[in-house]
Structure formats: C-alpha cells, structure tokens
C-alpha cells in the first residue's frame, strides 16, 4: 500500500515513510558490531552471515533513500542508536546512490572517527575518491572472503 501510495502523483510528493530502525544485533555476543548500510537484503543478509561466521555482531539498515522518500533520523540530524553502537559500518558504494553519500557524510559530520568500510570495484574508486574521502575503500571482490577482509581492514585502522 505504502509503495502505491508514493506512486500517486500528489500524494507521492507528500507521503514520508519513516525508515524503519536497524534490527537488534545479531551474532556472536562477543563480537565487534558492524553496521551494514545496503538497500539489497539478500545481499544484506549474505554479508551479514559472513561476518557472524568471522565472529562479528551485526545489524541491518536498508539505508536512506532506497525505497521511495524514506528518512534517516541521522542524516535528517537526530542521531542514530545504530550508528553510536557500531564499531563500523559497511556499505556497497554506488556512485549514483546519493542517499547513502548524504549517510556517509553525515556519519562523518556526527562521528568523525567511526569508521566506515566501503567495497567498490577499483576504477569506481578512482573515478569517485571524493565521494569516498574519509572511509576505508576496498576494491576486494564482493564474496564472503572480501567482505570479513574489508570489515577487519577498517576496524584495524
């Protein structure tokens, strides 16, 4: 219903879906928390299965403007009990998704030392090193073994 909704051409301008908070951490207790950051949720849930099984914690976020007209309380400046709580955050960079860069920035802008792992393909991160300023870029293929090593690549540093 909410998605036919925004699909109305008056009421879709004003419709705004809250985002829905990040599911409880999952894991091994012990773990490091990393905060995944992908609007994919197979794909969410395929990196989350591996880092459990690298002994990290995890929650889940689709991330701000995925789907229709949603808002991150962080970015909209109202913080976020995800992010205070993650050791990282881990996203899949999409050049033309300016919704997670509008995130990455403010995580910046709200913690400056959290750090955020990004995996991309390395001529996406040459061609956008500005909009990946101040994360930790890997260009490790996307499979279970990329995305542990990218993880322990930014909680190290």
């Known amino acids: 219903m909410q998605a036919w909704m925004r699909r109305l051409p ?4 004003r419709y705004r879906e809250a ?3 990040p599911g409880a951490w999952t894991g091994p207790a012990d773990g490091r928390r990393v905060l995944i950051e992908e609007d994919d949720g197979e794909l969410r ?12 914690q995890t929650a889940e976020c689709a991330g701000p403007g995925t789907h229709g007209e949603r808002r991150c309380p962080l970015v909209d400046g109202q913080g976020c009990d995800a992010v205070d709580r ?16 509008d995130l990455r920035q403010a995580i910046h802008a709200h913690d400056p030392d959290k750090p955020i792992a990004v995996i991309t393909p ?16 890997s ?8 995305v542990v090593a990218t993880v322990e690549q930014a909680v190290t540093d």
């Open 45 to 56: 849930k395929a990196m989350a299965v591996a880092l459990h099984d690298a002994g990290f």
């Open 10 to 13: 008056l009421i879709g301008r």
């Open 139 to 146: 260009t490790e293929p996307l499979t279970r073994r990329g």
């Open 86 to 101: 993650a050791d990282a955050v881990l996203q899949v960079f999409v050049p033309s998704d300016e919704a997670m860069q």
């Open 122 to 137: 390395a001529l996406t991160a040459r061609r956008h090193a500005d909009q990946l300023a101040g994360t930790t870029v």
């Open 19 to 21: 985002i829905a908070p």
